[in-house]
């Protein structure tokens, strides 16, 4: 299939396989003339090798997604060299990525080249140094940057020298390199903020004939293809997207020949395709991939064409439907154009257009949406490549990935579900004090330790709309933070006689010179509109008042999204404060509390807080 | 195929088609480093759909060299 055709076919989303030098360069050349992007990112590559023809793949990629990539290279082979130099990695410029790209071949050659000349004793010491290498790089990275770091793993051998026989004992060729890969995988997770970089899984996604190059290798250094360069840098990118906080929460779907083969309403419930038979079997497959991503706390929604009572009959009635109804927290199902339903399921589920996926198997719906509201990123139903799997659509470009996942992903989807039957309960009682009385809340309020820090980072990575200053922070810089005397930082969680929501809140206080100076507050959108804030504010005064302080300071810095709280310090008894000319941010308001002065309690309906 | 390889010289060595002739070369061109060689050789063959071997890629560091390389291989 022509490039052009796949890219149709996959409205607004990329395939890696597709992008080629000669196209991205220029494109690259006029964005970055013209990029006014709000979000940047700083990546450092520390490499063994050639890592250079990598750059203007994931430049372009950067730039497509509105982020301004600054990348800066190291020295050729010489990590630790960079790792103690002041000039690469200093306090004062921090980078927000730091990628550790090492190839086997130039950390120990012969292990590569020579394998079966080497003892056994010879290759487990070898492999042990090259472990004690790794372990060693990332302890110097986390303590000498707040950055996230990305390690690369290796490759295994295309053909081992033991051909056939490579299985018959567990150190041989292909099973050392497993081996050293799932050592990394421990040593990288024994501390936050280091990921692995999996460039055996992508070597076995592509294939390790298309991914090596042995012309670039020897000539230049470089192990790899245009084809895997290019993937690559994809798969950086999603990375990229997590920590920028640009990941997607909700799917909407269409139905007809979406999540069934043929049209509901014409073919009626007994001739739609779903179910374990070909061709019903494909759409079926579909399904349950979407099931896992409503375990990993992804919204779902529904927009059709279509009479209502049709399509809820297939989800109630169909046997062979692996999805039903109460996966999905809001279904449009009418005859009203998608562009005005995604809008609406947006408003009722309180998130930006920006954080959702729409697919459609009808082209001219696609280019509506991707013409009127082009936030939204947009899939054609079908397969990407001929012989692909229909599932692989959802995945291939990492929309939905996250860094981490939780308890709280995991039971996101019942959450969501409460709050929707929480809204019911509110519009049976009139008098809103009433109704928040009537929820019994409970709410905890402690500082961040390890086992929050990663719920912590993505509260911050994830939160718009009530978010004051719009502040992203790694897992890495949370533990700076919580590990720093001069700065605390506090989780809320809440729960209510519908269920428990989790940690939701968040808020960071750094004490300088007496005043204590909020750099972060911030409240999840489920639990918008239940005065909690009031409580988390509160504590945060009280907490301030603690530690000695004699004013309190709160910033508003406007985005596109949270308007709804730029007057939220005024609502708090706090007082417009000068604005210090040094403030680099246009717009930025803010606004301050005297201790000196009483700060009235939280309202009255909650059943419990309890503050540790 | 001169005209295409000229566009592809200037994006990647970033200069304007007007400055690429016949006389071009890794000597003359300030931004043709190995670096650049390597994204120009990478560009060439997909432009052109065609693959290059290593001791190609080591002698293509001339206007003239490039092209006797591709019309062969075109052809």
């Known amino acids: 299939m022509e490039p052009e055709m796949r890219e149709k076919q996959a409205a607004n989303m990329l395939f890696p396989g597709d992008l080629k030098l000669q196209k991205i360069l220029p494109l690259i050349h006029s964005m970055k003339k013209e990029s006014r992007n709000e979000l940047s990112i700083r990546i450092l590559f520390l ?117 056939i026989c490579d299985n018959s004992l567990p150190c041989l060729q292909c099973n050392t390199i497993r081996k050293l890969n799932s050592d990394l995988i421990q040593i990288v997770n024994s501390h936050s903020g280091v990921y692995i970089f999996d460039i055996e899984k992508l070597q076995s996604t592509i294939g390790s004939l298309s991914m090596f190059d042995s012309r670039m290798y020897y000539l230049y250094k470089n192990p790899y293809s245009q084809t895997a360069l290019a993937w690559i840098a994809s798969e950086y990118l999603k990375f990229i997207l997590t920590l920028k906080g640009k990941t997607k929460k909700c799917l909407i779907l269409d139905c007809d020949n979406t999540l069934w083969g043929g049209i509901i309403g014409e073919d009626g419930l007994a001739n739609i395709e779903i179910g374990e038979e070909y061709p019903g079997i494909k759409y079926l497959d579909f399904q349950k991939s979407i099931l896992n991503l409503y375990n990993k706390g992804i919204m779902l929604a529904i927009a059709s064409k279509n009479n209502e009572e049709d399509v809820i009959e297939v989800f109630e009635r169909h046997p062979g439907m692996a999805l039903k109804k109460e996966h999905f927290l809001v279904m449009k199902i009418n005859w009203n154009d998608k562009v005005t339903n995604i809008k609406e399921i947006a408003s009722e589920l309180n998130i930006g257009l920006e954080s959702i996926v729409f697919i459609d198997d009808n082209i001219h719906e696609i280019s509506q949406v991707t013409y009127q509201i082009p936030e939204v990123v947009t899939l054609l139903a079908g397969d990407i490549l001929e012989g692909t799997f229909f599932r ?74 009530f978010n004051l200053t719009t502040k992203r922070y790694s897992e890495s810089e949370i533990r700076y933070f919580m590990n720093s005397s001069d700065i605390i930082i506090r989780t809320m969680s809440v729960s209510d006689k519908f269920g428990s929501q989790g940690i939701v809140g968040l808020y960071i206080l750094k004490i300088i010179e007496k005043i204590g100076i909020i750099d972060t507050f911030l409240l999840s959108c489920r639990v918008i509109g239940r005065a909690i804030e009031d409580v988390l504010l509160w504590d945060c005064i009280e907490t301030a008042r603690l530690n000695g302080c004699t004013k309190v300071r709160g910033t508003y810095i406007p985005t596109k999204k949270n308007s709804q709280v730029s007057d939220f310090y005024l609502r708090h008894s706090f007082h417009d404060s000068e604005r210090n000319d040094n403030a680099n941010i246009e717009n930025e308001r803010r606004f301050e509390f005297d201790l000196k002065n009483i700060y009235p309690n939280y309202p009255g309906f909650f059943k419990k807080v309890v503050r540790c | 195929m001169q005209d295409k390889l000229i566009q592809i010289m200037a994006v990647v060595f970033e200069m304007p088609v007007t400055e690429i002739s016949d006389n071009s070369s890794m000597d003359t061109v300030e931004n043709w480093d190995s670096l650049k060689h390597i994204q120009l050789m990478f560009a060439l063959e997909s432009e052109f759909g065609i693959l290059l071997q290593a001791d190609e890629m080591v002698e293509m560091t001339n206007f003239k060299a490039i092209v006797k390389t591709i019309s062969e291989k075109i052809k």
Not at chain 1, 80 to 109: M, T
Not at chain 1, 123 to 139: A, E, H, T
Not at chain 1, 392 to 411: K, V
Request: proline letters at 3%.
């Open chain 1, 392 to 465: 692989d659509l959802l995945f291939i470009s990492g929309l939905f990935d996250t860094l981490t996942y939780s308890h709280e992903d995991r039971e996101r989807n019942k959450m969501y579900a409460s709050d929707i039957m929480r809204d019911k309960s509110r519009t049976s009682i009139t008098n809103l004090d009433e109704y928040l009385n009537s929820l019994e809340m409970e709410i905890n309020i402690k500082n961040v330790d390890e086992l929050i820090i990663p719920r912590a980072s993505q509260l911050t990575q994830k939160t718009n709309q």
């Open chain 1, 47 to 163: 490499r063994n090798y050639t890592t250079e023809p990598i750059i203007p793949f994931l430049e372009y990629l950067c730039y497509k997604n509105g982020i301004t990539p600054l990348i800066t290279t190291g020295t050729y082979n010489g990590i630790f060299q960079d790792i103690f130099a002041e000039e690469i990695l200093n306090r004062n410029i921090d980078y927000d990525l730091i990628i550790v790209s090492q190839i086997l071949d130039h950390l120990n050659d012969e292990l590569c080249t020579q394998y079966i000349s080497l003892t056994e004793i010879e290759r487990k010491k070898k492999v042990d140094s090259i472990l004690l290498n790794c372990n060693n790089i990332i302890k110097e990275l986390v303590q000498r940057s707040k950055g996230t770091i990305l390690f690369h793993n290796f490759s295994s051998p295309t053909f081992p020298f033991f051909g």
